[in-house]
C-alpha cells in the first residue's frame, strides 16, 4: 500500500485568531516504511495522523491510498479503510474497559463480517509479544507498557498494512519505551509499515526515517 | 473461552453490565409499564368479553323487584351480590296483563350463609322451569328434568356434577354445572321453585342460618312469595315504555320498583370504558416517562461515552454499527424489563383474578391463550419500540460528532 499526502493544511480558531496545525504537508510511506514523526506537544503530528487515516479532513489537500482519494471515499469506504488497512495505537489508555485484553484485541476483527478465528489470531499475537499471561485482565488491571502492547496486538489484529502510532511510549519507562520499539522494529522487519509519533528523539532513531513537526509544518529528512 | 463474535447485540449487553442498578432501574420502569399495560389489557379483555355475554345473554329486557332493591337485584345479577327480597306472587298475573309483555318469569332469591361447598355467601335462586327463559341459555334442557333433590350450580362454585351439597340441613345432588356466564350467576346455586319453597318450609335451621332472619316471618306460606319477575317485551316494542307501563298500572299497588336490562349494559359499558381509559392513560403515561427516562439518562451518559464511540470509529466501525450498538443497549434494557414486567403482572392477575374482579364489581369472562399471547406481543412491541426511540437522539449525536476532537479531549 503506498500512502500520500498533497499540501494538507488544516487550521483550527483558539479563541479571535486562527493557527494550521498542519500546514501545506505532503509525503509518501511505502511498503515496509518505518518513520518516526517527532516534534513538540501541540506541533501537529496527532492531527497529521488522524488526516492520514481519513478520520479528519483537510481544509485542502489531499490524501491518496494506492491513488485513490482517500476524501471522496464515502465514509462508510473510509471506515473500511481504517478497518482493514490500517493498524492505529491512539495516545493514552485506548482500551474498553469492559472487555478482557483478548476480547479487546479482537474488537477490530468482528466490526466487519469476514471470516477465520479471532481468538486463535489474538492468541497468537499475545504469544508474539509476550502478554499471553493478560489474556483474561481488564484493562485497568494492566500496567502502561502492558497497555500499549495489547493496544499494539488489536492494532495487528487484522494484519495491516500501516501502523500509525501516536505517542506509544510517552508515559512509558525507558526500558518498557524501548522494549516497545523493539516490538516496532520487529514487527517492521516483518514488512509492516510503521508511521509513529514520538516527541521522544532518542528513540525516533530506531526507524530509518525521521519526519519532523514544527508548527504545523512537516520537515523530513533520512534516518 | 468460545469464539464468540463482537456483535452489537453482545457488546451492547456486556456494556449493560457495567452500570447494573442505573440499567436496572430504567429496566424496572419499563417493567412498570408494561405490567400496567399488559395487565390493563388482561382484564380489560376480560371485562370485554364478560360484557359481550351480559349483553348477548341477559334473556330478560326488565326485571321486577320490590321497591328499593333497583341496585341490590343488578347487584345480585352481574355480581351474585347474595340479597334477600320478597313481593307477592300474584304480581305475576297483574304484569302479565299490561300490554307489551310478551313472556315474564318469576325468581326467588335466599341467600346461604358460609356453607360447607363455598368460601363466601351463596345466592340460591329458585326460577320456574316452565317459563324460564333467563336462565336456559346457560343451562339447555336440564332446568326441565331437575328432580326434587337436584339443583345447578353457577361455572365458579367448586363443586362437580354428581357431588352432594348440604343447604339448610338438606342435601342436594348436583345434576349440572352452568357454563360460565361472567355475571353473578356464576357464583349462585340454582334450584325449582317448588324444591327452594319446600326447603324453607317449616325448616329448623333457617331462622339460625339465615342472613335476615325476620324475612322468615313474612314468607308465609313461602310459595306465595317471589323475589323478581324477569320480563321480556314484544318484539319492536320499548322495554322502557312497557316497564313504565307496568309502574303505572302497579307500582303503588305492589311496592314495585323496575330494572331496565339495556341500561345494565349500558352503565357496565360505561364503567368498562373508563376503566379501560384510565388504564390506557396511565400506560401511555409510564410509556412517554420511560422513553424520556431512558432518554435523559443515555444523553447524559453521551458525553462519557463519546471516546468509547470514538475508538470503535477509529478501529473501523461504520455509524451504523455504533448506532446499531446504543439501539441495542436500550433494547436490552426495555426488552429485559418488558419481560419482567409482563411475567410480574401474569403472576399478579391470574392467582388474584377473583379478587380484582370482586372489587372492580363488573361482569368478567376468561379470555383465550391466543388473546393473552396477542397482549404480551403488543406489550413487547410497544416496549421495544421504546428503547430505539429513546436513545435516537443520543445516536445521532455519538455518530455525528468529531472523534478527532473527542479523542483530544480525552487524552
Redesign the interface.
Known amino acids: 500500500m503506498r500512502l500520500e499526502a498533497h499540501h494538507l493544511t488544516k487550521s483550527y480558531r483558539r479563541g479571535q485568531t486562527h493557527f494550521n496545525a498542519v500546514a501545506n504537508a505532503s509525503f509518501s510511506l511505502d511498503d515496509g516504511a518505518f518513520v518516526s514523526l517527532i516534534g513538540r506537544s501541540g506541533s501537529g503530528k ?2 497529521l495522523l ?1 488526516m492520514a ?1 481519513g ?2 479532513s483537510p481544509d485542502s489537500g489531499e490524501i491518496l491510498v494506492d491513488g485513490n482519494n482517500l476524501f471522496s471515499l464515502e ?2 469506504q473510509r ?6 488497512k ?1 493498524g ?1 495505537i ?3 489508555r ?1 482500551l ?4 478482557t485484553a ?2 479487546n484485541t ?7 463480517r469476514r471470516s477465520g ?4 489470531k489474538a492468541r497468537e499475537l499475545f504469544s508474539q509479544l509476550g502478554i499471553s499471561h493478560l489474556e ?1 485482565s481488564y484493562p485497568m488491571e494492566l500496567s502502561g507498557g502492558e497497555l500499549r502492547r495489547v493496544a499494539l496486538a ?1 492494532a495487528l489484529i ?1 494484519s495491516p498494512e500501516l501502523i500509525l502510532a501516536d505517542e506509544p511510549t510517552s508515559d512509558l519507562d525507558i526500558d518498557t519505551a524501548r522494549e516497545i520499539w523493539e516490538l516496532f522494529s520487529r514487527l517492521n522487519a516483518q514488512g509492516v509499515a510503521f508511521l509513529v509519533a514520538t516527541h521522544d528523539v532518542e528513540l525516533s532513531h530506531r526507524g530509518n526515517a525521521i519526519w519532523k513537526m514544527h508548527s504545523g509544518r512537516l520537515i523530513q529528512e533520512a534516518g | ?1 468460545a ?1 464468540k ?3 452489537p447485540h453482545r457488546l451492547a449487553l ?2 449493560l ?2 452500570k447494573p442498578y442505573r440499567n436496572l432501574g430504567l429496566a424496572a420502569l419499563v417493567g412498570i409499564f408494561s405490567a400496567v399495560l399488559f395487565g390493563g389489557s388482561i382484564l380489560n379483555g376480560q371485562l370485554s368479553k364478560g360484557l359481550e355475554s351480559l349483553s348477548a345473554r341477559l334473556g330478560a329486557d326488565v326485571l321486577i323487584v320490590p321497591y328499593g332493591y333497583e341496585r341490590v337485584a343488578t347487584a345480585a345479577l352481574l355480581r351474585g351480590e347474595p340479597s334477600t327480597y320478597y313481593m307477592r306472587k300474584e304480581v305475576l298475573d297483574s304484569i302479565r296483563a299490561v300490554p307489551g309483555v310478551a313472556a315474564l318469569t318469576p325468581q326467588f332469591f335466599l341467600a346461604s350463609l358460609i356453607d360447607s361447598c363455598c368460601s363466601e355467601h351463596v345466592q340460591i335462586i329458585g326460577f320456574d322451569p316452565e317459563s324460564d327463559f333467563l336462565l336456559r341459555p346457560w343451562m339447555q334442557n336440564i332446568i326441565t328434568r331437575l328432580g326434587d333433590d337436584e339443583i345447578v350450580v353457577g361455572s365458579k362454585i367448586i363443586t362437580s356434577v354428581g357431588d352432594r351439597l348440604f343447604f339448610f340441613g338438606k342435601t342436594y345432588r348436583v345434576a349440572a354445572k352452568m357454563a360460565p356466564t361472567g355475571m353473578g350467576l356464576d357464583t349462585s346455586v340454582f334450584m325449582p321453585l317448588e324444591t327452594l319453597y319446600a326447603l324453607i318450609r317449616g325448616n329448623p335451621y333457617l331462622p339460625k342460618l339465615l342472613e335476615n332472619p325476620h324475612f322468615l316471618q313474612k314468607l308465609d306460606p313461602p310459595e306465595a312469595y317471589i323475589s323478581s319477575v324477569a320480563v321480556k317485551v314484544d318484539p319492536g316494542t320499548s322495554p322502557k315504555a312497557v316497564g313504565n307501563a307496568i309502574m303505572l298500572a302497579h307500582a303503588v299497588e305492589y311496592n314495585l320498583d323496575l330494572v331496565i336490562a339495556e341500561n345494565i349494559v349500558a352503565e357496565t359499558a360505561r364503567r368498562l370504558h373508563g376503566l379501560a381509559v384510565s388504564v390506557y392513560w396511565v400506560a401511555a403515561g409510564i410509556w412517554l416517562l420511560a422513553i424520556l427516562v431512558i432518554s435523559l439518562v443515555f444523553s447524559v451518559s453521551a458525553s462519557e461515552r463519546k471516546q ?1 464511540m470514538s ?11 455504533v448506532a446499531g450498538l446504543l439501539r441495542w443497549e436500550a433494547f436490552s434494557i426495555c426488552l429485559g424489563g418488558s419481560l419482567a414486567g409482563i411475567l410480574v403482572a401474569f403472576c399478579v392477575i391470574f392467582p388474584f383474578s377473583t379478587l380484582i374482579f370482586d372489587g372492580l364489581q363488573l361482569p368478567h369472562l376468561g379470555i383465550s391463550g391466543g388473546s393473552i399471547a396477542g397482549y404480551a406481543l403488543l406489550t413487547l412491541a410497544l416496549s421495544g419500540l421504546s428503547g430505539p426511540l429513546a436513545c435516537a437522539n443520543t445516536v445521532w449525536s455519538l455518530t455525528r460528532f ?3 476532537s473527542s ?2 479531549e ?2
Do not use: C
Not at chain 2, 311 to 321: I, N, P, T
Open positions: 496527532t492531527t488522524n487515516i478520520l479528519l465514509e462508510r471506515s473500511d479503510f481504517r478497518n482493514e490500517i492505529y491512539p495516545q493514552g485506548s474498553l474497559g469492559n472487555l483478548l476480547n479482537r474488537l477490530p476483527f468482528h466490526l466487519k478465528d479471532s481468538l486463535q483474561n488489536r487484522n | 473461552m469464539d463474535v463482537f456483535t456486556q456494556n453490565r457495567r468509547e475508538l470503535y470509529r477509529l478501529l473501523g466501525a461504520q455509524r451504523s454499527w468529531d472523534v478527532y479523542l483530544r480525552a487524552e
